[in-house]
């Protein structure tokens, strides 16, 4: 068999002898290498038309898989901010019984201060809520903790204020009255009050400017409220006399004393011994003369020797 092969080109037609060997050879070389080069053609274009669908199959299947690992944070960081949500409820439950408790304490000042329930009010409470109401939302509860917290800080600015307040005035009224005379100077009885009297020595009458209180010689004599001792020594009639200054007014003086135990400068507390008994002056017998004087006007001392603090 022969094929031959005329082209426009070339003259003399070309003859192909298929019955010879080489180039059948030839000619199936090309027509397997046809069929290779066809296969693979075939192969690369199926490859490009199908390789966007596996791609984006393959992309999705790692997004799920990114989705579920963040899922799987989100959890862990949910859980944690429970955990902390859990731990901030019981400190603010804490915080709450301790402010309570302040109210508890400072009602208990006011009463003892016998001040007035208006001015320091500790029984204002809180509203209630907030801890113990677990919604399903884990995004609920801070918002009502943090609302908490706010009347919490603001609940304890006011009774640190009005704690505040109380002290300075119990420490006032503390001072008040560690300052105002009271009580005996001695232990004693009283021999001769305050007011008009016959004087002891000239029979006359006479103004008698505080009070006896009779006492064997060398009884302690005490202070009968916090001062500053003005005078220690002798004063005409007096004989060894104490004066101490209160600060508010007060002014004491312990007279015919048999021996004196402080200096003039010195300062003393409400029952300090001052002196020792005696009969120094113009006196009949051992007792102490006991004065109390007011804003420089001397006052009887009676309603003060009988008080208590
Ligand atoms: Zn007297």
Known sequence: MQIILVSRTKKVPKTLDLADRRLRYRLLGVAVGAVVGCAGFGALVALALASPRDGAIAEIGQLHKQVAQQNAQ??????????????LAIKLGQLQA????LNALGERLTQVGKLDDGEFNFDEQPPVGGVEDTSDSPYALPQTLDK??????????????????????????????????TGMPLDGYISSYFGGRPDPFSGHAAHHTGIDIAAPTGTPV???????????????????VVEIDH?????????????????PGQRVH???VIAKAGSTGRSTGSHLHFEVWYDGRVVNPLAYVKSHR
Do not use: C, W
């Open 74 to 87: 989100l959890a862990d960081v949910r859980k944690d901010a429970q955990r902390e949500v859990d731990a």
């Open 98 to 101: 301790q402010s309570t408790r």
């Open 148 to 181: 908490s917290i706010d009347v919490l800080a603001k609940q304890f600015d006011r009774q640190q204020a009005q704690l505040s307040a109380l002290q300075s005035f119990l420490l006032d009224a503390k001072i008040e009255s560690n300052l105002k005379p």
């Open 222 to 240: 005490q202070a009968v409220a916090e001062g500053m001792v003005t005078y220690a020594g002798i004063r005409n009639g007096y004989g060894n």
């Open 247 to 263: 600060g508010n007014g007060y002014m004491t003086r312990y007279a015919h004393n048999s021996q004196l135990e402080v200096h």
């Open 270 to 272: 409400i029952g300090d």
